[in-house]
T-cell receptor, first 112, second 115 residues
Framework: AQSVTQLDSQVPVFEEAPVELRCNYSSSVSVYLFWYVQYPNQGLQLLLKYLSGSTLVESINGFEAEFNKSQTSFHLRKPSVHISDTAEYFCAVTIQGGKLIFGQGTELSVKP | NAGVTQTPKFQVLKTGQSMTLQCAQDMNHNSMYWYRQDPGMGLRLIYYSASEGTTDKGEVPNGYNVSRLNKREFSLRLESAAPSQTSVYFC??????????????FGPGTRLTVL
């Protein structure tokens, strides 16, 4: 069965510092991988996704994630974070029928 | 284009009461989903509807029922609420013509407290 593990429940960082949010998945079949972001008191929004092709995918607001098949990982990175990046981030994998399996979430807290 | 809308935004119930959470999407999507979000557990799928007229159980269906009223609307019903159902509920929809790669779009959520 597929599963997703986010290795850090909380990540505090200072503004303009780099950050990495870690995500590992387990699956016996090919998967599609997603990162969603949830700002306080809001629903989830798609940040980026890996479907095929280049293993490095980017979002419009400076985040990137790299698909590593051998390590079954899909870590999310940003070289310099802003206060506005404070949110909860969810890694997810698509399984049969387009259903999503989510990780437990990582709370990113950016401090001035 | 409102996307995915949910009503109500907040609700407090007493144990044993019933209620229906409403969800509607205006993107002409085929598939719709109900999730619950609990601290430290991410989102878990309660029920989904792959297309109008079909519904299937997800990971945590016990205590819930759903109705796919038409292509736009997908409701979630709690027949006899229990404190364990205190959670934030999210509805989502997906186009599906692109297969499993299509993005799911989420509503703003309903915060439910069962006393």
């Amino acid at each position: 069965a597929q599963s997703v593990t986010q290795l850090d429940s909380q990540v505090p960082v200072f503004e303009e510092a780099p950050v990495e949010l870690r995500c590992n998945y387990s699956s016996s079949v090919s998967v599609y991988l997603f990162w969603y972001v949830q700002y306080p008191n809001q629903g989830l929004q798609l940040l980026l996704k890996y479907l095929s092709g280049s293993t490095l995918v980017e979002s419009i607001n400076g985040f990137e994630a790299e698909f590593n098949k051998s390590q079954t990982s899909f870590h999310l990175r940003k070289p310099s974070v802003h206060i506005s990046d404070t949110a909860e981030y969810f890694c997810a994998v698509t399984i049969q029928g387009g259903k999503l399996i989510f990780g437990q979430g990582t709370e990113l807290s950016v401090k001035p | 284009n409102a996307g995915v809308t949910q009503t109500p935004k907040f609700q407090v119930l007493k144990t044993g009461q019933s209620m229906t959470l409403q969800c509607a999407q205006d993107m002409n999507h085929n598939s719709m989903y109900w999730y619950r979000q609990d601290p430290g557990m991410g989102l878990r799928l309660i029920y989904y509807s792959a297309s109008e007229g079909t519904t299937d159980k997800g990971e945590v269906p016990n205590g819930y029922n759903v109705s796919r009223l038409n292509k736009r609307e997908f409701s979630l019903r709690l027949e006899s609420a229990a404190p364990s159902q205190t959670s934030v509920y999210f509805c989502a929809s997906r186009r599906t013509s692109g297969g499993a790669t299509d993005t799911q779009y989420f509503g703003p959520g309903t915060r439910l407290t069962v006393l």
